[in-house]
């Protein structure tokens, strides 16, 4: 049944107005459709949009940012629905508006390598039209078969090979976005260095709050001469935490750094039967590449830093299927939880790396106390921690249970100096910690911002930035007189 019926007079205008900008299957209103897109991959965060809106041009993302802009009616932009923090969750009286169908590649430049893409366009799919060139996307987030390069931007995504070739915002030439009052704007440039203010690096990671994003401009890279996958079993985390740091203090820079513990091990060798050790307490995958010569000296090189930390099981992978192989053991370690558990929650969150091993087996030492269990996948190479929560929603209170336990692992990573989000983003899920993680005069730099792209607030609301009333409120401050600290700032 429409929705349209039975929302106020000033929602049924708007909806009115939608229609007359959209495709004629562009505005979805029927309760079955908008079900749809309830929530992302943190599905314990639903909500139901007031519709959702399927535009097919730039004109129509225009158009239909004017109309809500006029209404009042907030908007929550949507890529895949692949985000893990409910970055893309709805409003229940606002427009759900998902960028799926701009998904074009309109370009590949392998002379200036560069990349020209919708947002819609999948990460995967960009390494896979660039690679007749010789050259590859770096970006690759576990989730890049099904994950938009949007909301690769509005995340900052990583990947495994971050730890050399660095996030989304350091692939990432250009952007062209629609602000709230539908004005294109287009940050960054085709070189690395854009004259002016860089508002490129502003935008990247802004979590859809500052506009909606139309157009790319993505580097590409070209595909190392020779690469190598080592991977090394450690009988305790202290020790393959060590070889990480010596790896890192050795002046090696590798491709890839990724650090599985016993948990983890044991789930996914049960799901891909690859011959994991499973007696062993961390597993470690350090993947090289570069100019043959000298990836064979750094291969030398952390192999013995890996044997003097009593690594053993060393396998090592030259050919490609061989290292897919390997990696599947780590990028398979999400799905693989599914096969041993009802549900699971994965946690996000960033530590200095050499807190790796004490973080670690803080996060055991809560399991323990919550009676649950937690495999952690994550990248070691700059300290991104996935500790994943193993748990059974159908349980009373273990949804309760579960997040609880997440918030003092994410309390654990900040006692250390690390921060609440590595590369999934605050969202819904996290925004409670962000006024752990940021101090007020941070917070009025993200209001100023936030007031310059969206002065109505109406992109995103209750995403990444806490309202000052909350923090307030989490962190016990008190009310004079019916006025906050700083009354002078919106309330986004």
């Known amino acids: 049944m429409s929705d349209a019926g039975r929302q106020p007079d000033g929602y049924a205008a708007a909806l009115r107005a939608l229609r007359a900008v959209l495709p004629a299957d562009g505005l979805l209103t029927e309760e079955a459709e908008r079900r749809v897109y309830e929530c992302d991959a943190l599905a314990n965060y639903r909500a139901l949009p007031l519709a959702v809106a399927l535009p097919d041009t730039v004109e129509q993302v225009q158009a239909l940012l004017r109309v809500c802009h006029q209404y009042g009616v907030p908007v929550v932009p949507r890529g895949a629905g ?76 990583g990947g495994v090979h971050c730890v050399k070739y660095g996030l989304t915002t350091h692939n990432l030439l250009e952007v062209t976005l629609v602000t709230l ?16 203010a860089d508002l490129l690096a502003l935008v990247t990671g802004s979590e859809g709050m500052l506009g909606v994003v139309v157009e790319a401009r993505l580097k590409l890279l070209p595909v190392p001469e020779s690469i190598v996958l080592l991977q090394a079993a450690f009988p305790d985390l202290e020790r393959a935490g060590r070889a990480v740091m010596d790896i890192v203090a050795a002046g090696v820079v590798p491709a890839g750094l990724e650090m599985m513990d016993q948990v983890a091990i044991e789930v996914v060798e049960g799901y891909i039967q690859m011959g994991l050790p499973v007696d062993a307490a961390a597993l470690l995958l350090c993947e090289l590449d570069g100019a043959a010569a000298d990836v064979e000296a750094q ?72 009676g649950q269990r937690v495999a952690t996948a994550f990248h070691a190479g700059d300290g991104n921690l996935h500790p994943l929560i193993l748990y059974d929603a159908a349980v009373p209170d273990e949804v309760e249970r579960t997040e609880q336990l997440a918030g003092r692992i994410l309390d654990a990573c900040l006692k250390v100096g690390g921060t609440i989000t590595g590369e999934h983003g605050i969202g819904a899920e996290k925004i409670d910690k962000a006024c752990k993680q940021f101090a007020d005069p941070v917070l009025e730099d993200y209001f100023a911002v936030k007031r310059a792209f969206d002065p109505a607030g109406l992109l995103n609301p209750g995403k990444a930035i806490p309202t000052l009333t909350r923090c307030a409120e989490l962190r016990g401050s008190h009310v004079h007189h019916g006025q906050l600290p700083h009354p002078h700032l919106e309330r986004f």
């Open 181 to 196: 009052e539908g004005e294109l704007l287009t940050v960054g440039g085709g070189g690395l260095d854009g004259p002016g």
């Open 299 to 370: 291969l030398e090189r952390v192999t013995a830093l890996m044997q003097a930390c009593d690594g053993y099981d060393l396998r090592v992978a030259r050919e490609a299927d061989e290292r897919t192989r390997l990696w599947a053991g780590r990028k398979g370690a999400f799905p693989a939880m599914g096969r041993v558990s009802p549900d699971f929650y994965i946690v996000d969150a960033t530590v200095p790396r050499r807190h790796l091993p004490d973080i670690l087996r803080h996060i055991g030492e809560l399991a323990a106390e919550y």
């Open 82 to 157: 692949t985000g893990l923090s409910a970055g893309a969750l709805p409003r229940e009286d606002g427009i759900l508006l998902s960028m799926t169908r701009f998904d074009r590649i309109l370009q590949i430049d392998p002379d200036n390598r560069i990349a020209r893409v919708q947002p819609g366009v999948r990460n995967l799919a960009v390494s896979e039209a660039a690679a007749v060139h010789g050259l590859f996307y770096a970006p690759d987030p576990s989730s890049q078969f099904a994950s938009s390069i949007g909301g690769n931007i509005a995340e900052n995504s």
